[in-house]
């Protein structure tokens, strides 16, 4: 269920060559006037716009920070050609605000005007209506704007995005309230419902879970048998970027298949389990450790314990399964 859209007026100021501020009332025609004398800029972190600002005459309320049903459904079974669990996870850690709008209006920023605009692309100033906010300040404005670079159609021309709705993981600029800027250019998901189960879904785990610290590469790696044959334990400490331990651990015993686990403390914990599909713990190990284990992190010279310390860690790797970070 959608929340309720507030029809408001939106006075859009736009400073023109000779610094002559003008004020036109929200319409296409006029819209894009005004858009066509403003100066615009990249900045280093993402797009910005720069010389035009949007004030808005109501705010949503703070309600529309509505928490969705079945945030613990499996993401697995909403399948669709949406972003990827880690691309989402990215873009939500970035974010300072997860947003649901429909955009309201369009105006195209001229090339000379978009340094950094990719061949094959157009770069969009987007007057958007609030329509439900899933991460950030309990009340946002209910008109936003912000800029887009988006794919030219088959003609060459701009897409026309108005009436589309779209979730948004971006930051305020600050001085400029309604304004923001997207984290990445991948920023600007087509709000389907899977789109917006997967965000509810990674902006809970985002809230709720301890926070993991990123991991840099295999800092160690030991390996030893047990008293019986085929018995054996392997364990691995990770390098973390922030000095935080975490270690892998892999038991096999005789007639049982290999099992594995990570331990998120300075503790190593014989029964700590792996992590499941899709949760952040998941995304840290797929999405970062090496490939295979370093030469540089083994404790032991022998080629028998090397070797079922790799073997161990390719078990791990498979267990875990591909990271799709998606592109941008």
């Known amino acids: 269920m959608h929340a309720q859209q507030v029809p408001i007026r939106t006075l859009v100021h736009c400073l023109d060559a000779k610094g002559v501020r003008m004020t ?4 296409p025609r006029p819209l894009a006037r005004c858009f066509g004398r403003c100066a615009w800029f990249v900045g280093t972190a993402g797009m910005v716009l720069a010389g035009c600002s949007a004030t808005s005459l109501a705010q949503s309320p703070a309600a529309a920070s509505e928490r969705g049903a079945g945030d613990n459904a499996a993401m697995g079974s909403l399948a669709d050609t949406g972003p990827s669990y880690p691309e989402l996870l990215q873009l939500a850690e970035a974010a300072e605000i997860a947003v649901i709008v429909e955009i309201a209006d369009q105006a195209v920023v001229k090339a000379e005007r978009a340094p950094g605009l990719e061949a094959g692309k157009t770069r969009l100033y987007l007057e958007a209506e609030t329509e439900t906010l899933l991460s950030g300040p309990g009340v946002i404005g209910q008109s936003l704007t912000f800029l887009a670079d988006r794919d030219l159609d088959a003609r060459g021309r701009a897409p026309d995005l108005k009436k589309q709705r779209y979730v948004l993981f971006a930051r305020t600029v600050p001085g400029r309230p309604g304004e923001l800027q997207l984290v990445r250019p991948t920023a600007m998901q087509p709000a389907s419902p899977a789109t917006v189960e997967r965000a509810r879904v990674v902006l809970r785990q985002l809230a709720e879970a301890p926070a993991l610290p990123e991991i840099t590469g295999v800092r160690e790696a030991i390996s030893i048998t047990g008293n019986l044959a085929g018995e054996s334990e392997t364990q691995m400490f990770l390098a973390t970027q922030d000095g935080a331990p975490v270690s892998l651990n892999v038991i096999r ?7 594995w686990g990570v331990s998120w403390s300075e503790i190593v914990d014989q029964s700590a389990a792996a992590p499941q599909p899709e949760t952040i713990g998941w995304f840290r190990l797929a999405c970062s450790l090496p490939d295979e284990l370093p030469d540089e992190a083994f404790l032991q010279d022998d080629g028998t314990s090397r070797a079922r310390a790799r073997e161990d860690y390719a078990f791990i790797l ?6 799709d970070r998606g592109v941008g």
């Open 318 to 323: 498979k267990d875990l399964g591909p990271c």
């Open 253 to 259: 015993r005789p007639g049982m298949e290999p099992e």
């Open 24 to 27: 036109h009332r929200r319409s």
